[in-house]
C-alpha cells in the first residue's frame, strides 16, 4: 500500500512539473510560438 501511494505521488508530482513547464507563463509552447513567428516575419522580409 506505502509503494503504491509514493508511485502516485512521483506521477501527479511529474504531472505538474510537466505542464509547468509546457503551458506555463515562458512555457515551451509560447516559445515556439514566438521563434515561429519571428522566423515567418523574416522569410516574409526578405527579398526574392
Known amino acids: 500500500m506505502r509503494s ?18 509546457v503551458e506555463g507563463d515562458e512555457g515551451m509552447k509560447r516559445q515556439l510560438h ?5 522566423m515567418g516575419e523574416y522569410i ?3 527579398n526574392p
Do not use: N
Not at 511529474?14 to 509547468?20: D, E, G, L, R, W
Not at 514566438?34 to 519571428?38: E, P, Q, R
Open 34 to 38: 514566438k521563434s515561429g513567428d519571428a
Open 44 to 46: 516574409r522580409g526578405t
Open 4 to 21: 503504491l501511494l509514493i508511485s502516485l505521488l512521483l506521477i501527479i508530482t511529474v504531472v505538474i512539473v510537466f505542464t509547468a513547464v
